[in-house]
């Protein structure tokens, strides 16, 4: 087991960096040694915040690093898929933010790639790592909800960006699946499997990507799912997961580390909450933990969130997206 901090490297400095760079600072094991952005004064605005031994004004600057051990990538979906191979393919393990990539097939290709170059890879869906989200798992495999039989998920906002922007742009893997509706997916998935059946539609955006997803998973053992995703309203972003014996409520935003959980036992007219450790920080610390808990093992996949996971996932968001009919333009 080493000793030494996992050295990480940022690759793209939105928006989500800044949150990641803020938890990375609470992983004790972790330390920022580099930070890449296509702008070397982006770059630099960016290590003002959260100072790195390298500021560099390209991504090929940070691939050629020797001394980093991890890549986070943090550029839009549409652009996982070349910026991973990138790290890849100069010896670097990746960290990828979701979508893991805009269709299975680049997903296969980036997987295929960290394995045959033994190269650590994840895809950083931080939801999974949550305390909350474990917490929901040990009562469903606890039976405090009977049997399952489904879940129910929204995830809306009113986005007020541009169609050039990210939510709304084609050419940036724009649209309310793969930048919320993931999340619906993933919980429904990660609980019930890969779906037998999936049905969906969507509005269009004025830009023809998905505005608002109404998703339906159907599985042969009687189980269901009601999964719906919004650019156009601010919804309560909660979810319902029940069984024979009870339904769990997870309010104040499922996806995240703020979301509370309700029980509500069949038969029984009260509910309980159900208390969930709290701790500083944006929520991305718990993934973070993890990979830095991998690397330090020497493992190439995360045991928690695997790439056959990531694939399962990718290929069911292939699924909702020939359902509905939409498809990218991949250059
Ligand atoms: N896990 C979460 O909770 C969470 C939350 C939000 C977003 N995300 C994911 O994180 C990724 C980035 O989202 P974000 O909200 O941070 O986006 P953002 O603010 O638009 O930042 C994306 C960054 O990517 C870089 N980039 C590289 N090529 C680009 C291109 N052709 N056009 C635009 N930007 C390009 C830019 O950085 P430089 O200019 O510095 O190179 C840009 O600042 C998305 O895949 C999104 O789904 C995850």
Request: hydrophobic share 40%; charged share 20%; proline share 4%.
């Amino acid at each position: 087991m080493s000793e030494q901090k996992i050295r990480w490297g940022i690759l793209a400095c939105g928006r989500i960096a800044r949150k990641f760079a803020a938890d990375l600072q609470l992983v004790e094991g972790a330390e920022l040694v580099a930070v890449a952005s296509r702008s070397i004064e982006r770059a630099r605005e960016f290590a003002a915040d959260f100072p790195a031994e390298h500021v560099l004004g390209s991504y090929e600057a940070l691939v050629a690093l020797e001394d980093i051990d991890i890549i986070y990538v943090a550029s839009p979906h549409s652009h996982h898929y070349e910026h991973t191979l990138l790290c890849l393919n100069n010896g670097k393990a990746v960290f990828c933010e979701k979508a893991f990539a805009i269709t299975s097939q680049q997903a296969i290709e980036m997987v295929n790639l960290a394995r045959r170059k033994k190269l650590f890879l994840m895809e950083a869906l931080w939801t999974r790592f949550l305390p909350h989200y474990t917490k929901v798992r040990e009562m469903i495999d606890a039976g405090m909800i009977g049997d399952l039989k489904g879940v129910v998920a929204n995830f809306g906002f009113l986005s007020a960006q541009g169609p050039d922007q990210r939510h709304f742009n084609p050419a940036l893997g724009g649209g309310s699946l793969f930048d919320i509706g993931i999340y619906n997916v993933f919980l429904a998935q990660s609980i019930f499997g890969k779906p037998d059946e999936v049905i969906a539609s969507m509005t269009p955006a004025s830009t023809g990507v998905d505005e608002q997803c109404a998703i339906i998973f159907k599985y042969r053992n009687g189980r269901m799912a009601s999964l719906f995703s919004s650019f156009a309203s601010n919804l309560e972003t909660d979810a319902d997961i029940f069984g024979t014996q009870g339904r769990i409520r997870l309010t104040n935003r499922f996806y995240e580390p703020t979301a509370t959980i309700q029980y509500y036992p069949d038969q029984v007219d009260s509910r309980t909450l159900v208390p969930v450790e709290k701790e500083p920080g944006w929520g991305y610390q718990h993934e973070i933990r993890h990979v830095v808990d991998c690397l330090n093992k020497g493992l190439k996949e995360s045991p928690v969130w695997g790439l056959d996971e990531t694939l399962a996932l990718m290929e069911t968001l292939d699924s909702v997206r020939e359902s509905m009919q939409f498809f990218y333009k991949i250059p």
